[in-house]
């Protein structure tokens, strides 16, 4: 799993390559907790390269979009696969996020 986090346009980006799953999700979180208190830009979520979330995935993606909206911001997803825009279906978490190309 690899992420990086960079500043592109104005907002915040999440480039999330490889899979998201529960033992990568530890490190995820870590790399990923800045996110949590991004202000006054919005955050997207590059899931172009990303093979496979788990549940503890969604739940840092989850956790991320509940503080942009505490602080008046947006999450955007950008770039699901077939088999991760399933994982979203499946889950519901295809309701909450907001999907940008």
Not at 82 to 97: M, Q, S, Y
């Amino acid at each position: 799993m690899n992420i990086r986090i960079e500043e592109i346009d104005g907002n915040v980006v999440a480039i999330l390559e490889g899979s998201l799953d529960t033992l990568a999700a530890l490190e995820a979180e870590t790399i990923m907790d800045p996110l949590n208190y991004v202000v006054g830009k919005d955050i997207i979520m590059d899931c172009t390269d990303l093979e496979y979330i788990s549940s503890a995935g969604l739940r840092i993606f989850l956790s991320i979009l509940q503080n942009a909206e505490d602080r008046g911001g947006h999450v955007y997803i950008k770039g699901l696969n077939d088999n991760v825009c399933d994982i979203f279906i499946l889950t519901g978490f295809n309701n909450i996020f907001e999907f940008i190309q």
